[in-house]
């Protein structure tokens, strides 16, 4: 069965640095999300994207965030100056966006510790 | 504000009982929900979905009910196994594909 995979498990970087967090999503699906979701804390909604664009996004997603789509498969989150806040599991998930159903497939996540 | 919130943060079922898992939800506009497993260490896992022209949907084992005039889901799930333990959020769509979860309900199986 298909599957979002996500690189790395777990990152971790001090406070100031930039982190890449890696997605490959589903090889036919059509968009792209990204979730955080703090210890304890429910899932927060990051950013949705699709055509090569972001089609929405969070408060959260501020201006240090970004997203690149650099091919045809990875779909990637930039944290530029990572704060000690910014500590989480960072989830990504697609759907192909049939009307049918909005389900959105969940990678495993990465663990990202900002020290 | 919008949100979508369960009602207990834990439950603790016997083995082959059933349980009930309850969310409320504040946006009438929402046309989707969804109930998603999150075991620990990974990521949430899709478990039933449900469109709000619908009031119940059943799959194995489970069985999700949405009550529109009280903004209420629940989800229902049937002999309850040790596999079963997990963290359970309802979330609801209403624009563009964004989910918004709940908090979670952390479902405990004794033995």
């Known amino acids: 069965e298909p599957e979002v995979t996500q690189t790395p498990s777990h990152q971790v970087t001090q406070m100031g640095q930039e982190v890449i967090l890696r997605c490959v999503p589903i090889?036919?699906?059509?968009?792209f999300y990204w979730y955080r979701q703090i210890l304890g804390q429910k899932v927060e909604f990051l950013v949705s994207f699709y055509n090569n664009e972001i089609s929405e996004k969070s408060e959260i997603f501020d201006d240090q965030f970004s997203v690149e789509r650099p091919d045809g498969s990875n779909f990637t989150l930039k944290i530029r100056s990572t704060k000690l806040e910014d500590s989480a599991m960072y989830f990504c998930?697609?759907?192909?966006?049939?009307?049918?159903?909005?389900?959105?497939?969940f990678g495993p996540g990465t663990r990202l510790t900002v020290t | 504000g919008e949100s979508v919130g369960l009602h207990l943060p834990t439950l603790s079922v016997q083995e082959g009982d059933n349980s009930i898992i309850n969310c409320a939800y504040s946006?009438?506009?929402?046309?989707?929900f969804i109930w998603y497993k999150q075991e620990s260490g990974k990521g949430p896992q899709f478990i039933i979905d449900?469109?709000?022209?619908?009031d119940k949907r059943q799959g194995q084992r489970v069985t999700v009910l949405l009550n529109k005039t009280v903004k209420h889901l629940s989800l229902q799930i049937a002999a309850t196994q040790p596999g079963d333990s997990a963290v359970y959020f309802c979330a609801e769509n209403y624009n563009d594909y964004k989910l918004s979860f709940g908090a979670g309900t952390t479902v405990t199986v004794r033995a």
């Open positions: 449900i469109r709000s022209n619908m």
């Open positions: 998930a697609s759907t192909d966006g049939r009307l049918i159903s909005y389900e959105q497939y």
């Open positions: 946006n009438s506009a929402s046309d989707y």
């Open positions: 090889s036919n699906h059509l968009y």
